[in-house]
């Protein structure tokens, strides 16, 4: 949700960077803290806004997230009412957002609800993207490594992993599919997996059921003569 709220705040054309975002202390101070997933960034470093949403997105940086939360509304609880309005908008009826990261328990959703966000946010270019990139080079970073093994199955197209003790593991896909020669986009959702065990498992679990969704997916559609896992 922080980055579909974030490039309907400010969107990007496809091959636009956008403005320069400076990283603040609490940004940096969070990339050393252990206990959830973060990106290295030092404080005074500048990183335009669509490389923060690599940095989001990517490798699942919960200190980034809160950081574009900031920068967008001076406060992350200030974004977390846009958060909790678009929401509204989106028909997400079973979701709370109380961070910008979603790592913090009193968040919660639905598959059915993040489904609908993602069906929202692939309708962004720049969003699309960026959860189909597999890796990207960052001065100073180097190469950073999208935490999605789904990438490498033709067709798929995103989204994006999460997984903590409490939440378990969580994969959001999008697969594409031809029917009528048209392109068609597909949208999962996998929740919960191995909830309190470690988050390397729970995500290893969450992983394993999406890829059973898909291969289903796969032979339903070749059953019915649609193509699916075409670039």
């Known amino acids: 949700m922080t980055a579909y709220v974030i490039l309907e705040e400010h969107p990007l054309r496809p091959d636009e960077d956008g403005p320069l975002i400076e990283v603040d202390r609490t940004a940096a101070h969070e990339a050393g803290v252990g206990g959830e997933s973060t990106v290295?960034?030092?404080?005074?470093?500048?990183?335009s806004q669509r490389r923060l949403l690599e940095l989001l997105?990517?490798?699942?940086?919960?200190?980034?997230?809160?950081?574009?939360?900031?920068w967008d509304s001076g406060s992350q609880a200030a974004f977390v009412t846009k958060m909790r309005r678009?929401?509204?908008?989106?028909g997400m009826k079973d979701t709370v957002y109380t961070g910008a990261s979603g790592i913090e328990p009193t968040t919660t959703s639905t598959a059915a609800d993040q489904v609908r966000l993602t069906r929202a946010?692939?309708?962004d270019p720049v969003f699309r993207a960026v959860v189909a990139t597999r890796e990207t080079t960052v001065p100073g970073l180097g190469t950073i490594t999208n935490t999605?093994?789904?990438?490498?199955?033709?067709g798929v197209l995103g989204v994006k992993t999460g997984s903590s003790t409490p939440a378990g593991g969580n994969l959001l896909w999008?697969?594409?599919v031809r029917v009528g020669g048209a392109p068609r986009l597909l949208v999962g959702a996998v929740l919960h997996q191995r909830a309190n065990t470690t988050p390397?498992?729970?995500?290893?679990?969450a992983v394993e059921?999406?890829?059973?969704?898909?291969?289903a997916v796969r032979e339903r559609l070749a059953a019915a003569g649609t193509q699916g896992g075409e670039r």
Not at 40 to 47: I, N
Not at 200 to 205: N, Q
């Open 40 to 47: 290295p960034v030092r404080s005074g470093e500048r990183h």
């Open 57 to 70: 997105l990517i490798p699942s940086g919960n200190n980034v997230a809160r950081l574009l939360a900031r």
């Open 209 to 215: 059921a999406a890829r059973g969704l898909l291969t």
């Open 174 to 176: 999008a697969y594409e």
């Open 148 to 154: 999605n093994p789904l990438l490498d199955t033709p």
């Open 121 to 123: 946010a692939m309708e």
């Open 200 to 205: 390397a498992e729970g995500l290893r679990a």
């Open 86 to 90: 678009a929401a509204v908008r989106l």
